[in-house]
Structure formats: structure tokens, C-alpha cells
């Protein structure tokens, strides 16, 4: 439904945000486990899943600061991106940037014990090459 000044209601809401991410998060878990089917060395495969769940941890921590400071700054007047061309003025911006990283620090914060689960369970099922000789 759309007020007068064009912008989309109801505004968004912290938990509708956070349930997006987390629901974006769990759909990157199994896209992670077909990425690491990509690299065929063991290693390899391990470390890549190793720096994903680092990298989801470094970017939940930011993302979720990030998003709930935008959000106490625009105090309660949060748009979505198709309301871009409703923004007035200088602080206008940060009310449609305020769902994105803390949808995206949501999102990596659900990724980032998915790609260490995926990592324990790749190192888990891999061969001792030290035992073999290879």
C-alpha cells in the first residue's frame, strides 16, 4: 500500500529484515557445499571452507553493527530499496541503506557455522595422505 508521498507501507520491520537474512543464509549453505565440490584437492577444499566461515564471521560482526546503527539513526523510518525515489535530503539515504548490512551480516552470521560444519565434516571424511605417502 502506497501513502501519498509514494512511499510503501508498512515500513520495514528489525525482526522482518533478520528473517530474510537468516532465511538468505540458509539457501547459501548448500550453494557453499556445491562450491567446494569445484576444487578437486583436499586441501584445498578445506581451506576454502575455512576462509568462508571466517570471512561470514568478520562480515556478521560488521554487517549486524553496521545495519543497527543505520537503524537507531533513522529512528523508526526505514524504507525499501524501491523507495530510493522517496529520499529527501542529506540523511535520507542511510533509511534505505539500513536493512542491507544488517540483512547481510544476518545472512553470514546463518553461513558462518554452516561453512565450519562443512569444513569439520570435508576434513573429517578426507584421507591421512601423511599415512599413505601421498
Known sequence: MRTEDAIIRPLLRIRDVAARG???G???VPLLGVASLFFGD??????FLGVVGFFAAVMAVVGILIGLLFWSACGGDIRRC???RTVK???????VAAPVPLRIGVLALVLC???FGLHHLVDSAGYDSWLYGH
Not at 583436499?42 to 581451506?47: F, K, L, N, S, V
Open 22 to 24: 537468516a532465511l538468505y
Open 26 to 28: 540458509l539457501a547459501a
Open 42 to 47: 583436499h586441501y584445498d577444499r578445506t581451506t
Open 82 to 84: 524501491r523507495d530510493w
Open 89 to 95: 535530503g542529506q540523511a535520507g539515504p542511510v533509511t
Open 113 to 115: 557455522p554452516g561453512a
